[in-house]
T-cell receptor, first 117, second 112 residues
C-alpha cells in the first residue's frame, strides 16, 4: 500500500514571499499521479496542481510549481508571491494507475499554511 | 453545472441512530468514492465504486455501507452511528485516471 507523508503540520509565510511545502511518498509502482489540493476554511477541496510520474518536467500553474524527484519519492509544492488567499490547509495526494483506482487517492495529513502581512 | 452535490451539509445524530449521506454527480463520471476527514489524519477512503453495481472497500469501511444503483448516485449509510464516526465526509467523482477528483462540499457529522 502507498503512503504519503507531510512532515510540516504548519508553515507560515509573509505576503509576497515564497514558501515550499514538503511531501514524500512510498510506492512500488512506476507510473502514478501526484496532486496538491488546497482546503480553505470553507472546507472545499480545490485542486492546485498535478504531476504525472512519467513526465520529468515539473508541473507549474501560475504561482504554484512543484519539485518532483521521482527517485527520492519527493513532491514539494512551491508557492511564489504568496497572497492572503493562499492561507489554507494543503494536502498532498497519490493516485495509482492500476485498473479501478481512479477514485482512490491516498492523502497526507496536511500542512496548514498561514500568510502574514 | 452542479458537479458533486452532497446533502446534508450538517447533521447531528445520537449513538445508535442510522442515516444516509447523499451524494449525486451530474458529470456522468464512472468512478465515485467516499472519504472521511479527521483532524491530523488527512482524508481516508471509506468505500469506492468503479461503476453502477460495483463497489469496494477502502481503508476505513467498518460501520459504513454503500450501494451504486445508478451512475449518478452513491449514498453512504451509517447503520448504527457511533461517536467515532464524528467526522467530515467528502464524496468525490472522476471519469478517467488522469483527470482530478471532483469533490463535494462535505458533510459535517456529529454523533453524540
Amino acid at each position: 500500500a502507498q503512503t504519503v507523508t507531510q512532515s510540516q503540520p504548519e508553515m507560515s509565510v509573509q505576503e509576497a514571499e515564497t514558501v515550499t511545502l514538503s511531501c514524500t511518498y512510498d510506492t512500488s509502482e512506476s507510473d502514478y499521479y501526484l496532486f496538491w489540493y488546497k482546503q480553505p476554511p470553507s472546507r472545499q477541496m480545490i485542486l492546485v496542481i498535478r504531476q504525472e510520474a512519467y513526465k520529468q518536467q515539473n508541473a507549474t500553474e501560475n504561482r504554484f510549481s512543484v519539485n518532483f524527484q521521482k527517485a527520492a519519492k519527493s513532491f514539494s509544492l512551491k508557492i511564489s508571491d504568496s497572497q492572503l488567499g493562499d492561507a489554507a490547509m494543503y494536502f498532498c495526494a497519490y493516485r495509482s494507475l492500476l485498473t479501478g483506482t481512479a477514485s482512490k487517492l491516498t492523502f497526507g495529513t496536511g500542512t496548514r499554511l498561514q500568510v502574514t502581512l | 453545472n452542479a458537479g458533486v452535490t452532497q446533502t446534508p451539509k450538517f447533521q447531528v445524530l445520537k449513538t445508535g441512530q442510522s442515516m444516509t449521506l447523499q451524494c449525486a454527480q451530474d458529470m456522468n463520471h464512472e468512478y465515485m468514492s467516499w472519504y472521511r476527514q479527521d483532524p491530523g489524519m488527512g482524508l481516508r477512503l471509506i468505500h469506492y465504486s468503479v461503476g453502477a453495481g460495483i463497489t469496494d472497500q477502502g481503508e476505513v469501511p467498518n460501520g459504513y455501507n454503500v450501494s451504486r444503483s445508478t451512475t449518478e448516485d452513491f449514498p453512504l449509510r451509517l447503520l448504527s452511528a457511533a461517536p467515532s464516526q464524528t467526522s467530515v465526509y467528502f464524496c468525490a467523482s472522476s471519469n478517467i485516471p488522469n483527470s482530478p477528483l471532483h469533490f463535494g462540499n462535505g458533510t459535517r457529522l456529529t454523533v453524540t
